[in-house]
């Protein structure tokens, strides 16, 4: 399964999207070409680029149909959801999908590791008789002596940054993508499932639980209105399209609008036992 690049952590999962790009060797070397122009053209507001194809060509020097075929790539291995936009002069928007494990090899160094170990029959290193690192030959001149040693030539602690003296100025915080990761505050609270059980078994029953997880249960519920809240333009489009009909069969309707997204997710958030007697 796939998820779309977390708004909150925008930056580092368009990175992280763009070394999964890089990294997957099954794809050719112009779909990774593609892959990075798009991924510097991913917008937050709308989780998606949508830099037409022909200007594509024009940015990297190459054929219309080269970009055609590392989009068409790019889509075929799962890295890309693409919006097919309607009428002449409009350019398609393409939405960036992190895949599952890709936060498992979000490194280079990693991904080396992992694909030697891959390798059949791969050994790091045949080491022979005449190459094993014998000991160091240490003589009794050079053997330090602790009384000989004065204190100006004693090594510090390399382990912790040294200072003449304080510094002025405490160190600043870590940027707010990595402060979990480095021990500064709390790790995010997990969102919970979305309070309409209605709502949510319908794009159940459509997208699965994980199309579910992914697209519907970070959205706002509007019980009073019988209204999905989303914060991004492709979130409410996918969902229309996706599940438009069971949706309105229902009497729900589906907008986006962001200043009211975050006004509705600071409520606290309950489950209804259904999804629709307090909003009737």
């Not at 002069?89 to 280079?108: F, K, T, V």
């Not at 609270?189 to 059980?197: A, N, T, W």
């Amino acid at each position: 399964m796939s998820r779309l690049l977390d708004v909150h952590n925008f930056v580092a999962d368009k990175l992280r999207w763009q070394l999964q790009v890089l990294l997957d060797s099954s794809l050719t070397a112009n779909a990774r070409m593609v892959g990075s122009l798009i991924a510097h053209d991913l917008n937050v507001e709308r989780g998606a680029a949508w830099r037409a194809q022909e200007n594509m060509a024009l940015a990297l020097g190459v054929h219309l149909s080269s970009i055609r075929r590392g989009v068409a790539e790019l889509a075929g291995k799962g890295h890309l959801s693409i919006r097919r936009s309607r009428g002449r002069g409009r350019s398609q928007q393409y939405a960036a999908l992190i895949l599952d494990g890709a936060e498992a090899h979000d490194s280079i160094d990693r991904a080396i590791a992992a694909r030697r170990e891959a390798v059949p029959g791969h050994h790091p290193e045949k080491v022979s008789p005449a190459n094993i690192d014998a000991p160091e030959k240490v003589s009794p001149a050079n053997v330090d002596d602790p009384e000989k040693v004065s204190p100006a030539t004693q090594k510090g602690i390399t382990g912790e940054r040294q200072y003449l003296e304080e510094p002025l100025n405490p160190p600043s915080p870590p940027p707010r993508a990595n402060r979990v990761r480095l021990g500064w505050g709390e790790p995010p609270k997990p969102v919970g499932q979305f309070p309409s059980k209605a709502v949510r078994s319908v794009v159940v029953n459509r997208l699965g639980e994980a199309g579910a997880v992914s697209w519907l249960d970070t959205q706002a519920w509007d019980g009073e209105a019988k209204t999905i809240v989303t914060r991004l333009v492709l979130q409410a489009e996918k969902i229309q399209s996706s599940c438009g009909g069971d949706l309105r069969r229902l009497g729900v309707n589906v907008v986006c609008d962001k200043v009211r997204h975050e006004a509705l997710s600071r409520q606290p958030r309950t489950v209804l036992a259904t999804g629709m007697e307090k909003a009737a």
